[in-house]
């Protein structure tokens, strides 16, 4: 008899559990869900892409100045550069918080940015 109780207990545990695994597994693939992980993801590498950019634009400009000043080119900046190009980097400090993202130097219109 205690085998049976056992045994029965043990099935019938096995069933809720499979069954709860089974519907979060549903819930996860519904229309909706899927938009939303996606979207997520998209946000998730824009801002991956845009630490990239501004990564290459640090280096860029690094590189830039150690040749001016090897070549002795050294001149003033032209007033009547766009404001992107008077921006240095020097010794850029990483976020305090790993989901900190770094702005861009300049300020766009784009209203898609960011979302």
């Known amino acids: ?5 056992f045994w029965f207990t043990a099935g019938a545990a096995a069933g809720v559990w499979a069954t ?11 229309p909706e869900s899927l938009a939303a992980q996606a979207a997520d993801k998209a946000i998730e590498t824009g ?4 630490d990239f950019a501004l990564d290459v634009r640090e ?10 000043g090897a070549l002795g080119l050294q001149a003033p900046v032209d007033p ?10 020097e010794a850029a400090e990483p976020p305090a918080n790993a989901n ?6 300049y300020n766009s ?7």
């Open 1 to 5: 008899m205690f085998r049976r109780t």
């Open 80 to 89: 009547d550069l766009p404001v992107q190009r008077h921006f240095a980097v």
């Open 109 to 115: 219109n784009n209203r898609n940015e960011d979302h």
């Open 59 to 68: 280096g860029m400009l690094r590189r830039e100045s150690e040749l001016g």
């Open 47 to 50: 801002h991956k892409l845009k």
């Open 100 to 105: 900190t993202h770094r702005k861009l130097p």
């Open 20 to 30: 709860t695994k089974v519907n979060r597994k549903l819930k996860q693939l519904t």
